[in-house]
């Protein structure tokens, strides 16, 4: 019997003995393998040191700089500082450097890194951090990788030439070897390590022109795929420590309420295999000898709650609208005289839209292994992160503790959108382990995560225009009311700017050119529900209220709405390049088939600081099947600057596109009695795999540097989905989720919803 078969039956007989399930774990089923104790299957480091895998094949490997190593046999490791989401960086970052480097791309091996400043960036003047968010990874460490990569080369082609005795121009790099083509004459990179490492880095080195690149602007496959596919990588599901314990979370009733008392404490605690019921400040946690043992103990817990205040999706809807037309607003943006030019008369539009509250609802819901070491002053983390330095704050203000004595290792994420950015559930596991003095691994359940998570506020928008003679907008008044996340988690911010750029992302740096115009956000306070960034943070909203009123006003002025998105943009002409790329390949030049209605939208999106600038349009084509409404296919126009790696823009488009089809037709939290409704997959649905369009993307050149593309899909779905149900039925849908039928577009016609 061989060693993972013996074990899988010793944990099938142990389980069958508490009653647990006997089925295999994902791992071992995927993989045929085992996780042996403090081993984890894809390299992970909490700096630069040998990780398992280098250490058990003897692999001696040697600094060049912060990101690249390189063994003796010419294995060459290059450090990851962002975490991989799913969002393509654990390839398309080391494929940076790698192509300055020049290294041989098939000896290459990516490790996670942290702990340096090299890894850290400091993004829309915040403070300086490891993380990874708003679709800045590649923007900000391009130029960082390839001067990376750029300085390592120059170095092994420095001692390489002093080998040969020849100057460093008479030598080129290719595939981990330095080659004097004059002799015939190479050394491979393995060769020169130990030497380059003592030479002083250049900081200016030379980079390579765009026609030398061998890596970049290819459509690299992807280097997570294959440990993905057989189940070798690691999740901080997976993770196993030395001596680990496992905790099941109990969370209240209602949204911000606090444990008082466990009644039967004692008795639980007495459950075979439960070693402790821990009361956290937001939660109680039983910690057991594995999940099983520790979830059903943590069911039958009989705790007494204190109630948090009442929270009503009724009331807060009432409470947005209301807000809209007569609440105090901060002025984001304020040309000529908008209100006083509407007010004068002439064909006015106004439109009033709003968006639900909508929860990250991440496939591997959110855990975390800590082990604080109280005796040592130090606390060891490992986990799907999302930021780094964020737990590292957040642990060491809790333990009284220098950040340089948390040590943060990544795994990968099994999705995040943002969620797994904020460290509650980190600081759960770090509560549960100090108080039992070992290692201890927390899961979160999904009804758990998604009755407390972090969620995207809820928006209202209220619009009004005067078109001039020429259908064009001579002034437009924007009010945005909803929750403010920047007033819930920057405070100060919030407070220095007056408004919430969240709130009106697209809004206050209107792309549109509108003479006067005037965009103001109104905070509707929710104290007992958290908020947080969710993937694109509040375009989702503001860009379907802007799109869905660029739309009406074309209708109000008879004009057909991408020409009129051309006449407010012929100021831009990338924006232009975009809107017309996308609509040739889609083929729109021709009229429409029978049964086939059409959808457009547009968005410059514009990175948090101004840090980016991605233009990207949808061409939607929806038909109505038995009643329901069927988006066919989907072709995406967009210019994120430089390609890095095709495929990985592509895949990011693709999903975004699948994520915000899910936001438009089915996401919605709502509250209740306090508390949330929603509780998993079978009340908050994700978009079937039939319901899937075709997907068409159309990446434009550009000379650009690298811009984000990791979200830039997701906000003009919802308007074109929008005005796609508009031509199939008559009826506006002002409200998300759209309608999925012709019966409930017709019922919120009826009843004014429309």
């Not at 001696?60 to 010419?74: Q, S, T």
């Not at 192509?99 to 340096?116: G, H, Q, S």
């Not at 009695?673 to 908050?684: I, K, L, P, R």
């Not at 849908?733 to 019922?747: C, D, F, I, K």
Request: charged share 20%; net charge positive; with cysteine.
């Amino acid at each position: 019997m061989s060693q993972q078969n013996a074990e899988y039956q010793a944990s099938a007989v142990a389980n069958a003995a508490s009653g647990a399930p006997t089925s295999p774990s994902r791992r071992r089923w995927l993989g045929g393998m085992s996780l042996a104790a403090g081993s984890l299957l894809i390299p992970i480091s909490a700096s630069w040191v040998a990780s398992p895998e280098a250490r058990a094949a003897g692999e001696n490997l040697i600094e060049i700089n912060d990101w690249i190593r390189i063994d003796a046999d010419g294995t060459t490791v290059l450090g990851l500082s962002q975490c991989e989401v799913g969002q393509g960086v654990y390839t398309g970052l080391p494929q940076v450097l790698a192509d300055e480097l020049d290294a041989d791309w098939r000896r290459v091996r990516v490790e996670f890194v942290t702990a340096r400043d090299a890894y850290r960036t400091a993004a829309a003047n915040e403070a300086l951090q490891q993380f990874v968010g708003a679709s800045m990874s590649v923007t900000l460490f391009y130029e960082r990788l390839r001067v990376a990569g750029a300085q390592a080369r120059e170095a092994l082609v420095a001692v390489a030439a002093r080998r040969f005795g020849v100057r460093t121009t008479n030598c080129v790099t290719r595939e981990g070897r330095v080659l004097h083509p004059q002799s015939g004459r190479s050394l491979g990179y393995g060769e020169l390590a130990a030497e380059a490492a003592k030479q002083p880095l250049n900081p200016h080195p030379q980079l390579k022109n765009e026609a030398a690149h061998a890596l970049i602007g290819k459509p690299v496959p992807r280097l997570d795929t294959p440990s993905k596919v057989d189940g070798s990588a690691v999740f901080g599901i997976d993770v196993k420590v030395p001596d680990m314990l496992v905790g099941a979370v109990r969370m209240a009733p209602t949204s911000g309420g606090t444990p008082l008392a466990v009644r039967n404490r004692d008795e639980i605690k007495a459950r075979k295999g439960v070693h402790d019921v821990v009361v956290a400040k937001d939660a109680v946690i039983v910690v057991a000898s594995d999940y099983w043992r520790a979830k059903t103990a943590c069911d039958a817990l009989d705790v007494e709650w204190k109630v948090g205040p009442a929270a009503d999706s009724k009331t807060i809807l009432a409470q947005r609208r209301a807000a809209l037309l007569d609440g105090h607003a901060g002025v984001a943006t304020n040309i000529g005289d908008a209100p006083g030019r509407i007010a004068a008369g002439g064909k006015v539009v106004t439109g009033e839209y709003h968006t639900p509250y909508i929860v990250h609802a991440t496939m591997e819901p959110v855990n975390a292994t800590v082990h604080v070491r109280k005796d040592k002053g130090e606390i060891e983390v490992w986990g799907p992160i999302q930021g780094q330095d964020k737990v590292r704050w957040a642990l060491g203000g809790i333990f009284k503790l220098p950040p340089e004595k948390v040590t943060v290792h990544t795994t990968f994420l099994g999705g995040s959108f943002g969620r797994k950015y904020v460290p509650d559930f980190v600081i759960h596991a770090a509560v549960a382990s100090a108080a039992v003095g070992r290692p201890v691994k927390v899961i979160r359940s999904r009804e758990d995560d998604m009755r407390h998570g972090f969620y995207r506020p809820c928006a209202s928008g209220r619009f009004q225009a005067v078109l001039g003679h020429d259908g064009l907008p001579t002034a437009l008044h924007v009010r945005v009311a909803g929750q403010s996340l920047y007033n819930v988690i920057k405070k100060d911010h919030y407070e220095k700017a007056g408004y919430d750029e969240t709130m009106l992302d697209g809004l206050y740096d209107l792309a549109y050119a509108v003479p006067n115009l005037r965009v103001e956000g109104i905070d509707v306070p929710q104290p007992n529900i958290p908020v947080s960034f969710m993937r694109s943070v509040g375009s989702t909203s503001s860009v379907f209220f802007l799109e869905s009123f660029i739309d009406e006003m074309a209708e109000a002025a008879g004009i057909d709405p991408i020409e009129y998105r051309k006449r407010l943009l012929k100021h831009d002409a990338l924006a232009i390049r975009v809107i017309e790329t996308t609509v040739t390949s889609a083929g729109w030049q021709a009229k429409a088939k029978p049964g086939v209605h059409r959808g457009f939208g547009y968005s410059t999106y514009t990175g948090r600081g101004a840090a980016f600038s991605t233009y990207v349009a949808v061409a939607v084509e929806l038909r109505v099947v038995d009643g329901r409404f069927k988006v066919d296919r989907v072709v995406c126009g967009v210019d994120c600057g430089r390609a890095i790696n095709p495929n990985l823009i592509r895949a990011n488009i693709e999903g975004g596109i699948g994520f915000a089809l899910t936001n438009t037709f089915k996401s919605q939290i709502t509250f209740a009695n306090g508390g949330v409704e929603q509780s998993n997959f079978g009340d908050y649905p994700l978009l079937y795999l039939v319901e899937m369009p075709k997907i068409e993307t159309v990446i434009l050149p550009s000379d650009r540097p690298p811009q984000g593309c990791g979200e830039v899909s997701l906000p003009p779905m919802a308007p074109a989905v929008a005005q796609a149900i508009r031509r199939a039925t008559g009826v506006r849908a002002r409200s998300m989720p759209l309608p999925q039928t012709v019966a409930e577009a017709n019922t919120l016609s009826r009843e004014g919803h429309a």
